[in-house]
């Protein structure tokens, strides 16, 4: 079972008010999935938002005219959020699979759920999807940083 105290050290919940970490708490579910098991797949409809717990998840994606796949991504730090297909409704599908790739714990926040918190209680909505924003801005500015490293003359062309 989820504790509040894990939650806290995880750092998509840290500064959330602690109100807000047990309405959380009361929705959610601690997953766990041995090496190689596939959490959701490429193209599946959305279902519950994702917090790595302990454990590495590779994100993959299909490579167009092959049966292959590429890892886009790779999921390892505790407190990670992926799956946030999950918050924008059933009509947008994931855009890749996540397969882990070692033992894995999760938190499972089911997005129905999510979506009725949110219009229960307001208040706690613009709070969660704040710190959501503050995270995936934080995950935006770093992947900002990684590109702009890789701008330098014979590595990716920028005119």
């Not at 008010?17 to 959701?40: K, N, Q």
């Given at each position: 079972?989820?504790?509040?105290?894990?939650?806290?050290?995880?750092?998509?919940?840290?500064?959330?008010?602690?109100?807000?970490?047990?309405?959380?708490?009361?929705?959610?579910?601690?997953?766990?999935?041995?090496?190689?098991?596939?959490?959701?797949?490429?193209?599946?409809?959305?279902?519950?938002?994702?917090?790595?717990?302990?454990?590495?998840?590779?994100?993959?994606?299909k490579l167009k005219g092959s049966s292959g796949d590429a890892q886009m991504a790779k999921v390892s730090e505790p407190g990670s959020v992926f799956g946030i297909a999950a918050l924008v409704g059933e009509e947008h599908l994931y855009p890749h699979s996540a397969v882990t790739l070692e033992a894995t714990e999760l938190i499972e926040i089911e997005g129905e759920r999510l979506l009725a918190l949110f219009e229960a209680d307001p208040a706690a909505g613009v709070r969660i999807l704040l710190r959501f924003a503050q995270y995936m801005a934080a995950k935006l500015s770093s992947a900002r940083e990684q590109i702009r490293s890789r701008l330098r003359p014979g590595l990716i062309s920028h005119g």
């Open positions: 079972m989820t504790s509040i105290e894990n939650l806290e050290n995880l750092s998509f919940f840290d500064g959330l008010e602690p109100a807000d970490r047990d309405a959380l708490l009361a929705i959610s579910e601690r997953r766990t999935y041995a090496a190689g098991d596939t959490i959701f797949g490429e193209g599946d409809g959305p279902g519950s938002l994702r917090v790595l717990v302990s454990g590495l998840v590779s994100l993959r994606q």
